[in-house]
């Protein structure tokens, strides 16, 4: 019965692409290799997953400071945003909503930083967008391939750095790629509307009216 794609066989794919036998598991003595394959997959899936997919994208994630004033992001926060200018903008009908945060926050190592304020010290909870990354196994499909392909063809350039395996995998990574924005697409449901820059020049129309979207 066909099942998605495991880290076993995408570490398997990436080794096939420089001619190298498949391994049947982790555990026990590996070859350099091996090994390196390995680290090259989850090197490039916590590359593609910090650009910020629907899948690993959590919005109005509210964090809530220690008694010391601290915010501490878990491990697998990525990035941090609280630009919420699209905040609760459909379905919301609160007319006295603030649509913006007045202050900005990143990430700092483990931290949140209030760059406003020039502060780690929160005196009150933040609403805030986080990206996330997962284990390879806990990506949807299309996110195991792409994340594999591109995998393969980095693996591939530093091992052999052969220009004709470079282009046969570089249209595979094109593919897998298009094929992973097709499913963004097709999940996240997005309108004009989730666009920043299209809702800041409807919103300024609607200010000039006294209106709030």
Do not use: C
Not at 158 to 182: I, Y
Request: no cysteine; glycine share 6%; proline share 3%.
């Amino acid at each position: 019965m066909p099942t998605k794609t495991t880290e076993l066989e995408a570490v398997n794919t990436i080794l096939s692409t420089v001619g190298e036998p498949p391994i049947n598991s982790f555990t026990g003595a590996q070859g350099a290799d091996a090994t390196i394959a390995r680290n090259v997959l989850t090197e490039v899936s916590r590359e593609v997953q910090s650009q910020g997919w629907h899948f690993n994208t959590l919005f109005d994630q509210t964090l809530t400071p220690t008694s010391t004033g601290d915010i501490t992001l878990a491990e697998e926060v990525l990035r941090v945003d609280n630009d919420n200018l699209l905040k609760n903008v459909r379905g919301n009908t609160d007319a006295n909503l603030n649509m913006t945060e007045d202050r900005e926050v990143i990430q700092r190592g483990n931290r949140l930083f209030d760059k406003t304020n020039n502060t780690f010290t929160f005196t009150s909870p933040i609403k805030v967008t986080t990206v996330l990354v997962y284990d390879f196994e806990d990506l949807p499909e299309p996110a195991r391939r792409y994340v594999t392909v591109r995998a393969s063809r980095i693996f591939q350039d530093r091992m052999l750095g052969s220009q004709k395996h470079h282009l046969f995998t570089m249209q595979d990574e094109m593919k897998a790629l298009s094929t992973l924005k097709e499913f963004e697409g097709d999940t996240s449901d997005r309108t004009i509307f989730d666009n920043n820059d299209v809702f800041a020049t409807i919103n300024r129309k609607g200010a000039l009216r006294g209106v709030r979207y």
